[in-house]
């Protein structure tokens, strides 16, 4: 008896021209409160457009980068460097210009585009010692230089046609870029396969669906833009994207425009929850909110549940793969603050640090958590050796801390890079700032380890305080109290400071820049 032959999934590349066909007058994209809407149907022209003007500058596999921040144009061109048969790569709108020369040089793309605000930026600081050569610069707006082309004017007369370019499931579809150990970034190379299955991942894990309005305020260069765009071109649901991050704009959008569902980091929760508007928008559009990228403590799942919406969701999720979530059904008491179990397909254990997959530590103990998952990289950019470090017979080694319980939902308990070792004792940051964050005048509040010839080192606490009367003994006392923090957690050092703790990029705790406060 002959098998039946193996249906592929949908490439890419064909997302669009399938919600074009099956939802074309449901909205795709828009740009804030008052901007640019698009449908389906004209998203996927546009898009072809865009396509058919880059093949005549670019071939299959070739690559075209972006310097963008969120939008409908952005969304389109990428959409149709797909299409073209490229590999799409989103730059990090931040980064130094050394950073995107490497990045750039690295890729070696034939097309660049990007927004009109980074024209000068790009041309005086970036381009000069660039050794890639590019056949063309496209512009989100109005050109700033002689060399580039606008929009409007690249894609004019082109057809609306999808064009005929072979791919395949298995070709590198993308390139999402993180910060590598060494000061390099590292460019993880996903293909059509992985990026379609991460999408069906986030589909299953965050209840997206065609009926879903989810409102996008990262920037494309973060892999959580990417994860959240597949999903919407899959269901065909629709996206509004915010620029910058403004919680007054983030509360209009999600007012005005009626939307379902929400993302953000819990810090940034925070920031919406205490914005001195937020008791003028509406929010009853939402249907779930997610918390993720970060510890969701007890606090801030109590005031987002009782004034922005009961169905909370977490996940964890990295560049390198989407591993789990937990809906708000099972976020009873005893697994607020857990990340969920395994999302589809995918296998997440907890083992010795130091150790393989088969060493796995039993419920309740800490150690590094690791995945298997069908949407990893296939690649890290010219740099193999990366690629088989933290992947070893296709488990990824995430270097983060975590441990399950009985019934297998998995507790974070921070990165392998910022546990402390003090007197030979392993102290884990996270426990630690929770206790210290339920303090009444305590705003946030950040641990680390620094060296101490006694301790080796000295658990060591930053602390963003609202009542500048809030000494140290204080917060030791209540340290104490504590029936879940051990005496030798307790910090042995406080230092107070009178603004918010420093965030990276993406607003989330930079641990890093925290050590430089400490006096």
């Not at 075209?64 to 797909?82: K, P, R």
């Not at 395994?342 to 997959?357: L, Q, S, W």
Request: with cysteine; proline share 6%; charged share 25%.
């Amino acid at each position: 008896m002959t098998a039946p032959p193996i249906t592929e999934l949908p490439s890419l590349r064909e997302l669009s021209d399938i919600a074009a066909e099956n939802h074309p007058g449901g909205e795709a994209f828009a740009d804030g409160v008052n901007g640019k809407t698009v449908s389906w149907g004209e998203f996927d022209a546009t898009s072809n457009r865009a396509a058919n003007a880059l093949r005549t500058h670019v071939g299959p596999g070739d690559r075209v980068v972006f310097l963008c921040e969120a939008s409908v144009d952005h969304v389109t061109v990428w959409n149709g460097a797909l299409k073209a048969g490229c590999v799409v790569s989103n730059l990090h709108v931040r980064s130094s210009p050394e950073t995107l020369r490497y990045c750039i040089d690295e890729l070696q793309p034939r097309v660049l585009v990007l927004d009109e605000e980074f024209s000068s930026f790009f041309e005086d600081r970036v381009r000069p010692e660039l050794s890639t050569t590019l056949d063309a610069v496209v512009t989100l707006g109005e050109p700033g230089t002689e060399y580039e082309k606008s929009l409007e004017s690249f894609v004019d007369g082109h057809s609306t046609t999808t064009p005929d370019v072979p791919t395949a499931e298995t070709d590198v579809a993308t390139v999402i870029w993180t910060s590598g150990t060494t000061g390099r970034p590292k460019g993880w190379c996903l293909t059509s396969r992985a990026a379609v299955f991460r999408g069906v991942k986030l589909m299953g894990a965050l209840n997206i669906s065609r009926t879903t309005r989810r409102v996008q305020v990262l920037s494309p260069s973060f892999a959580a833009w990417f994860t959240g765009t597949v999903p919407a071109m899959l269901t065909n649901s629709a996206t509004c994207f915010l620029r910058t991050w403004d919680p007054e704009a983030y509360l209009r959008v999600i007012d005005e425009r009626e939307q379902t569902m929400a993302t953000l980091v819990p810090t940034m929760w925070r920031e919406v929850l205490d914005s001195e508007h937020f008791e003028s928008h509406d929010l009853d559009s939402l249907e779930r909110i997610t918390a993720a990228g970060e510890r969701l403590d007890p606090t801030t799942l109590d005031r987002l549940q009782e004034r922005v919406c009961s169905r909370v969701y977490n996940a964890y999720a990295a560049t390198e793969v989407m591993s789990t979530s937990i809906s708000d059904k099972e976020m009873d008491p005893e697994r607020v603050g857990s990340v969920g179990k395994p999302a589809i397909g995918t296998r997440v254990r907890v083992i010795e640090e130091g150790g393989d997959p088969t060493d796995v530590q039993p419920p309740g103990e800490v150690g590094e958590i690791v995945v298997k998952a069908p949407d990893r990289p296939v690649w890290a950019w010219e740099d193999t050796e990366t690629t088989r470090n933290a992947f070893r017979d296709g488990w990824w080694y995430s270097g983060d801390l975590g441990y399950k319980d009985e019934e297998g939902y998995l507790f974070l308990e921070g990165r392998r890079d910022f546990m402390i070792l003090s007197k030979g004792i392993k102290v884990y940051p996270v426990p630690i700032e929770e206790r210290l964050n339920a303090h009444p005048d305590v705003e946030e509040s950040a641990v680390v380890g620094v060296d101490d010839p006694e301790y080796g080192e000295k658990v060591t606490a930053v602390v963003h305080r609202s009542d500048p009367d809030l000494t140290a003994e204080e917060l030791d006392e209540w340290c104490l109290e504590s029936d879940t923090l051990a005496r030798f957690e307790r910090p042995r050092e406080y230092t107070f400071v009178d603004e918010s703790l420093p965030r990276t990029a993406t607003n989330k705790l930079d641990r890093n820049g925290v050590g430089s406060l400490v006096e």
